[in-house]
């Protein structure tokens, strides 16, 4: 699949994001922008990419693992959710509000999803953090 110079400098713009995505949440990213590209294109699904339930999205599959050649595929977001581990949910968090056996239970006190503490956790904000 050939792009055109707009094309090209439009994905070169969605993998900065994706880059950047996965250094703010402390995720190894060791693509280049055409690795990254011919992995999309190879999948028939770049012109599905999004963030909709049926959207194509590029996944881990050692979600330990960061985003390598070897360990990237491209499937459908539904299911690259499903496949998500949700254990740090399960760790003692220590917020402005005080300590809370797991960010579910900060995000039922602060009125708030799971996915807003965590990324509060992982951004590194002013009283935040894991309790050891």
């Not at 792009?3 to 693509?31: N, T, V």
């Not at 599959?61 to 499937?75: L, M, P, Q, R």
């Not at 220590?94 to 996915?115: H, I, L, N, Q, W």
Request: proline residues 2%; contains cysteine; glycine residues 10%.
């Amino acid at each position: 699949m050939s792009f055109s110079p707009e094309e090209l400098k439009y994905w070169r713009g969605i993998y900065i994001q994706h880059r950047a995505q996965c250094g703010q949440r402390g995720i190894g990213f060791d693509l280049t922008f055409e690795e990254w590209l011919e992995v999309w294109t190879a999948s028939g699904l770049i012109k599905e990419r999004g963030r909709t339930r049926n959207g194509a999205v590029m996944g881990r599959k050692d979600k330990t693992g960061a985003f390598t050649v070897d360990n990237v595929e491209i499937t459908r977001a539904w299911k690259n959710m499903s496949n998500r581990d949700f254990s740090t949910n399960r760790k003692a968090i220590r917020t402005p509000a005080g300590d809370f056996d797991s960010v579910k239970d900060a995000a039922e006190y602060y009125g708030v999803t799971p996915g807003a503490i965590s990324q509060r956790l992982s951004a590194g904000k002013q009283g935040y953090s894991y309790l050891d």
